[in-house]
Every structure is written in C-alpha cells, then in structure tokens.
C-alpha cells in the first residue's frame, strides 16, 4: 500500500458537540490545501486525518510540507499502512524504516491498538515487533527507555499503519471555525505576527492597510502584500484592501497640534478598518499593538484610539517583549520581509515629541478642526482590493 500521511487533531477532540463541525472544516481545509498537489483522498476518524494519495501522480513531499502549516493539527507523520496481521506489520516496518532503524544506536517499537478485535494487546505488539527487528538489526540495542529512534505501529479500523517519530504540526484550531477578522496589517513586525496568532485560533483573516503614496513608494505596498502572500501559507487565501491615506495625512498635517498626530491618524484607521470589517462580515480589529514599545502604545494612547470603534479590538501581542515578537516572526517567515527599509505612513509624519498620556477630551479637540466624514468616505472610495494566495 502507498505511503500517506495521519494528521492528528488537536484542541479539537475537547469541543464536544461541535466536534463535528470542527472536523468537516478541517477536512476541507485540508482538502483544498492538498489540491495543488494532485488527487488526495481525506477522511477524518478517530481525532485523525488521513490523507491518501489517490494516484502516482501526487507530489507527496509539496503535500507534506503543506500539511505543517494546517491550523487544528497538532502532530502529524508520513506512514505507510499494511494489513492488521504481524507478518505484514513486520515487512512493512523493515521495507519503509529499515533504513532509519540501521542508522540508530537504539530502538524501541510503541504501538497503539485503537481496534481493539486484534489478537494482541498493544505492549505485546511492541515486543513481538521488536523481537523480531532486533533480529534483523543485531547491531541496534534495544532501549525502551531513552531509544535513539521510535518505529510506531497503529492498529486502527481500516488498517495497520507503521511510521517512525511524528512531527509537530501548527497547533490552533481549524481556519473559519471561529469566524472572520480585519487586520490591520503594517510592512512592520508586529501585525503579520498577530495576525498569525488570531488566525491560528480558527479565524478567517481579511487585511486592511494605509498607503500614503507618494509618501511611501510602491515598493512599500509591494512589501506589505508579499507579508499577506506570506501569511497565507498558514491563514489560507486572503483580501488586502489598500486604502489611500494620502489625503488623510496631509489634512492631518495641516491642520492637527503636532503632538496629536499619531493619535489622529490611528484613529481615523480605527475607524476605516471598521467600517471595512462590517461591511465584509468581521467581527473585530486586529493590531500588532504592544504595551509600551512607542508613544501610542501607552494605556492611554490605546484606550483613545480603541473609543473611537465598537468592534473589539484583538493585540495579541499586548504581553509579549520584542524578543519573543521576533523570534515568532522567524517561525513563520515573515521576519526578513518585514526587516526590507521601506517606510511605513506612521513614520511619514512623525511628532518629534508625540502625546503619551492622551485624553479623550483632548484628542476630539485635536480632530475638531477635520471633516472626519468626507476624509474617510473619500479614503473607501480611494480603496484597492487585492486577492492573495498561496498558490498561484
Ligand atoms: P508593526 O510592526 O505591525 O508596524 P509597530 O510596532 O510599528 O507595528 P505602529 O506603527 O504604532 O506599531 O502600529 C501599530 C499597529 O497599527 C500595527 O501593528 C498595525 O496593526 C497598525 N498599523 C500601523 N500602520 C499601519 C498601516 N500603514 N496600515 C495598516 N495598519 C497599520
Ligand atoms: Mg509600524
């Protein structure tokens, strides 16, 4: 029988009678996922997926890699199935792990029998496996403690399957079980990483961004939609609407107290984002906000910038220190992107000394003198959408 591949489920098995609508979008999730890599069958029994390839054809190494990046699988292993009976566990293990066992200084076999109808209960399976590999393989001990290398035997209904050490999958619960959210996505650190992290529990992402063109060049949109290409690897296909800030800025430039106008401008993005989000079914904002790494990420700041919207306001990364900020942005590829020097607007027309400790009072007062209404319904019509994707 063709190799192929158990996913296993996370936090998923813990959601009760939801269960099920859990693993039907899982399943197709994973389904469309394995698309561009040819025909694959995907059944979910059991808190596992298994993937089959249907055909010769398939790229199972690009469908491989592909699967680490499923939200809702929190493990998952190449196997190769074969008959429930010794014999074939035995062949098989030799044919498909032989080569790994030769090259351990130990072993030991752990099996699992979910189909409980096999003759042998689960700790007798190992050691008949066992005895028999450690005939094959006389040079590797066998050490069930702390062994070099684990051969795994699953008896399950359809079949058996043999594979060796499972890998660690992207955790998170399936994409679209917990609804949709508009991030604000700058060409920074932050906002890819705490997109990541709300997507990672089961939200569809939409993006949003603020182009201050000629303020910031092309490039810098070209940078922000390869981070959006870039997160897609893990959020499935996302919408980046870009809108045109130009005018906003300058109005604010003209006509705001110097020290307001960060706090101006996050809030007339505020307030886009969500005017953007309800009109395409987000429930919340999301922002790479974090407590006091810059003048407007004070309490004071956010909670002027957060009254100016309804819709919750998700930052994930509100706790974290930088380090840990960063070290997230290399896991999931978007570091070296978001390090290239294009400028972002926040940085076009920054206050030399910019208000920390901000009140409501005196951020309506600095807003006053703007026609709030006509900047923003100009800066939605000045809007571009664009479709990204992982593949093609
Ligand atoms: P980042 O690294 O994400 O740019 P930052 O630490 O530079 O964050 P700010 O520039 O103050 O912080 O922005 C705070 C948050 O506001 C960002 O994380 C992002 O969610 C949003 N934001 C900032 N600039 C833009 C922009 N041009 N378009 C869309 N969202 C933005
Ligand atoms: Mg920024």
Same mark, same amino acid.
């Given at each position: 029988?063709?190799?192929?591949?158990?996913?296993?489920?996370g936090?998923?098995?813990?959601?009760?009678?939801?269960? &099920?609508?859990?693993?039907?979008?899982?399943?197709?999730?994973?389904?469309?996922? @394995?698309?561009?890599?040819?025909?694959?069958?995907?059944?979910?029994?059991?808190?596992?997926?298994?993937?089959?390839?249907?055909?010769?054809?398939?790229?199972?190494?690009?469908?491989?890699?592909?699967?680490?990046?499923?939200?809702?699988?929190?493990?998952?292993?190449?196997?190769?199935?074969?008959?429930?009976?010794?014999?074939?566990i035995?062949?098989?293990?030799?044919?498909?792990?032989?080569?790994?066992?030769?090259?351990?200084?130990?072993?030991?076999v752990?099996?699992?029998?979910?189909?409980?109808?096999?003759?042998?209960?689960?700790? =007798?399976?190992?050691q008949?496996?066992?005895?028999?590999?450690?005939?094959?393989?006389?040079?590797?001990?066998?050490?069930?403690?702390?062994?070099?290398?684990?051969?795994?035997?699953?008896?399950?209904?359809?079949?058996?399957?043999?594979?060796?050490?499972?890998?660690?999958?992207?955790?998170?619960?399936?994409?679209?079980?917990?609804?949709?959210?508009?991030?604000?996505?700058?060409?920074?650190?932050?906002?890819?990483?705490a997109?990541?992290?709300?997507?990672?529990? =089961?939200?569809?992402?939409?993006?949003?961004? &603020?182009?201050?063109?000629?303020?910031?060049?092309?490039?810098?949109?070209?940078?922000?939609?390869?981070?959006?290409?870039?997160?897609?690897?893990?959020?499935?296909? @996302?919408?980046?609407?870009i809108?045109?800030?130009?005018?906003?800025?300058?109005?604010?430039?003209?006509? #705001?107290?110097?020290?307001?106008?960060?706090?101006?401008?996050?809030?007339?993005?505020?307030?886009?984002?969500?005017?953007?989000?309800?009109?395409?079914?987000?429930?919340?904002?999301?922002?790479?906000?974090?407590?006091?790494?810059?003048?407007?990420?004070?309490?004071?700041?956010?909670?002027?910038?957060?009254?100016?919207?309804?819709?919750?306001?998700?930052?994930?990364?509100?706790? @974290?220190?930088?380090?840990?900020?960063?070290?997230?942005?290399?896991?999931?590829?978007?570091?070296?992107?978001?390090?290239?020097?294009?400028?972002d607007?926040?940085?076009?027309?920054?206050?030399?000394?910019?208000?920390?400790?901000p009140?409501?009072?005196?951020?309506?007062?600095? #807003?006053?003198?703007?026609?709030?209404?006509?900047?923003?319904?100009?800066?939605?019509?000045?809007?571009?959408?664009?479709?990204?994707?992982?593949? =093609?």
């Amino acid at each position: 029988m063709n190799e192929m591949f158990l996913l296993k489920l996370g936090e998923i098995v813990l959601k009760g009678g939801n269960r &099920f609508q859990f693993e039907n979008r899982l399943k197709t999730n994973v389904a469309r996922r @394995m698309r561009p890599f040819g025909d694959f069958r995907v059944s979910i029994v059991q808190s596992t997926a298994y993937v089959e390839p249907e055909n010769a054809d398939c790229d199972l190494d690009g469908a491989w890699e592909a699967c680490h990046a499923i939200f809702g699988v929190v493990s998952l292993c190449r196997c190769r199935p074969c008959a429930k009976d010794l014999d074939a566990i035995f062949d098989t293990a030799m044919a498909y792990l032989g080569e790994d066992l030769s090259m351990a200084k130990s072993f030991k076999v752990e099996s699992r029998r979910s189909d409980k109808r096999f003759p042998l209960t689960s700790i =007798g399976l190992s050691q008949e496996i066992g005895g028999r590999l450690a005939e094959a393989f006389p040079d590797v001990t066998v050490d069930v403690h702390h062994p070099d290398y684990t051969v795994y035997v699953e008896v399950r209904d359809r079949a058996a399957y043999v594979h060796g050490p499972a890998e660690p999958g992207a955790g998170g619960l399936p994409t679209g079980v917990g609804g949709r959210a508009m991030l604000l996505l700058s060409g920074g650190i932050d906002s890819p990483v705490a997109g990541y992290m709300i997507a990672k529990r =089961g939200v569809e992402l939409e993006c949003v961004h &603020f182009f201050s063109y000629p303020y910031t060049s092309e490039l810098a949109k070209d940078k922000v939609l390869e981070l959006a290409h870039l997160m897609t690897r893990y959020c499935g296909r @996302m919408t980046v609407n870009i809108v045109g800030f130009t005018e906003i800025q300058e109005a604010i430039r003209d006509n #705001c107290p110097e020290e307001f106008f960060t706090l101006v401008m996050r809030r007339f993005m505020m307030k886009i984002a969500e005017r953007i989000a309800r009109d395409h079914g987000c429930g919340c904002l999301v922002t790479g906000e974090n407590l006091g790494q810059v003048a407007s990420q004070t309490m004071e700041a956010m909670a002027v910038t957060g009254a100016c919207v309804d819709l919750p306001i998700f930052q994930p990364l509100i706790g @974290m220190d930088k380090e840990e900020i960063v070290t997230r942005a290399r896991q999931i590829g978007t570091m070296e992107t978001s390090i290239l020097p294009y400028e972002d607007c926040c940085t076009v027309f920054t206050p030399r000394h910019p208000k920390t400790k901000p009140t409501l009072a005196q951020v309506d007062a600095a #807003c006053a003198p703007l026609d709030l209404e006509g900047l923003i319904a100009r800066a939605l019509e000045n809007t571009e959408l664009v479709k990204v994707r992982w593949h =093609g």
